[in-house]
C-alpha cells in the first residue's frame, strides 16, 4: 500500500517539475514556411465540397461527391471542433507548405495544426492539390 501511494506521489512531482522546468520535454522545430493559401470549405448541394479562395470567394476546386474521403474526413473532424468552441463555419483555414515540402492545415479559429505529411503522401496530395489550385493567379 505505501509502495503504490508512493509511485503516485512520485509520478506527481515528476510531472509537475517536467512541466515546470522543461526537463524531458522535447520540442519539435517548424520547418521555415515557403507558401501559403487561404480557404474556404463548403459543401454543395450536390454532396461535393466547394473549395473557394478565402480573400476573393472564388472557386478553386470542386471535390466530386463521393471522392476525397481523406480531405472531407480532416475537414469533418475540425468542423467538429469549430462547433465545440462556438467558433464559425466560414472562416478560412491556412494550408501552408514549409521548405522540406511537408504541408500543414491550420486553423486560426481554433489554434489547431496538422502536420499533413504524418498520413503519408497519398493523403497528403490531397491537400497538396488544393494547394497547388489555389496557388493559381
Known sequence: ?????????FALVAAA??????VGAS???TPEVVG???VRFADGS?????????????????LEPGTNGFV????RGLARERRQNEVGQNAAFEIAKTAT??????????GRRIDLQAFGPVNMEAFAGIYRAASQP
Open 1 to 9: 500500500m505505501f509502495s503504490a501511494g508512493a509511485l503516485v506521489l
Open 17 to 22: 517539475l517536467s512541466r515546470n522546468t522543461d
Open 27 to 29: 520540442r519539435v522545430a
Open 36 to 38: 501559403q493559401v487561404r
Open 46 to 62: 450536390d454532396g461535393s465540397v466547394m473549395v473557394m479562395d478565402a480573400d476573393s470567394d472564388a472557386l478553386v476546386v470542386r
Open 72 to 75: 472531407r474526413g480532416v475537414m
Open 101 to 110: 515540402g511537408a504541408l500543414l492545415l491550420f486553423d486560426p479559429e481554433t
